[in-house]
């Protein structure tokens, strides 16, 4: 399977299961926006990915129009 050009939201993805969902989508090719509260984790994370085609973005899903920007940059 190939997910090559896909962009693709991780909500969670500072944490244990979002992290490897992440790891996952990227070995499948895919742009990966990856949505926590955790800012200084996240960016850390992005740091650390084998991969250039990923981002981080502040995203709380309690707040609507936090998930619309989120959705925005997908």
Known sequence: MSLN??????????GL??????IQIIDYGANVIIGDNYQELGKNLIDNLPEANSCYIQ????????????????
Request: hydrophobic share 50%; net charge negative.
């Open 5 to 14: 050009g896909v962009n693709v939201l991780v909500a969670g993805g500072c």
């Open 17 to 22: 299961i979002g992290y490897e969902l992440v």
């Open 59 to 74: 995203l709380d899903i309690t707040d609507a129009n936090s998930v619309d920007q989120a959705i925005a940059v997908g």
